[in-house]
């Protein structure tokens, strides 16, 4: 991983404490998209794993992958594809429901979008507990049978996310982590 990196952005991002409740801190990755350079460094490095690992599809969780999800598919000249919130998807949808703190979620990805030989990459802006990622792991394997990547800005190391994910047998990257 790029050291150069991972120290600017754990200088830049910018941590709010207290937020969206008392004794969270909480990464505001916005920083990196307030600023050009960084979020060229970070579409690269992302750039990097994609090709490491032959990526033919980037898969964005809503909505914080949304922003770095089409710029490493446009980067790479390969498609980019939504997981979605319920309800927010048109035509056929594989769907996949799972727990929160308080109560459950569900999220959606277009039955179609993703073929049996498609080696996708998944990013997301952070991994915490790991309850999304670990949701769109169990959506995609109803899609695609290879081995699935994992990608991430931060890693709340501390909250046992990327431990579970990777325990799933998949690639995991995360350019910086931090405790949550």
Not at 38 to 60: F, M, P, R
Not at 68 to 91: C, D, E, H, T, Y
């Amino acid at each position: 991983m790029n050291k150069r990196l991972q120290n600017k952005l754990e200088k830049e991002i910018r941590v709010i404490p207290d937020f969206p409740i008392k004794g969270i801190l909480f990464q505001d990755i916005f920083s990196i998209t307030e600023n050009p350079k960084i979020l060229k460094d970070v579409v690269n490095e992302l750039s990097i794993q994609c090709k490491k690992y032959k990526i033919t599809k980037i898969i964005g969780i809503e909505a914080r992958g949304f922003i770095f999800g089409p710029l490493v598919a446009q980067k790479n000249s390969i498609p980019f594809v939504p997981i979605r919130k319920k309800g927010k998807l048109p035509g056929k949808i594989m769907k996949k429901k799972y727990k929160l703190e308080y109560g459950y979620d569900q999220i959606e990805i277009q039955k179609y979008s993703i073929l049996d030989n498609d080696k996708v990459m998944v990013i997301d802006d952070l991994i915490a507990t790991g309850g999304t990622a670990i949701a769109s792991y169990k959506l995609l394997r109803g899609l695609t049978s290879k081995k699935l990547t994992f990608s991430f800005i931060i890693d709340l190391y501390n909250l046992g996310g990327s431990k579970k994910l990777k325990a799933l047998n998949n690639n995991i990257c995360s350019l910086i982590k931090v405790k949550g």
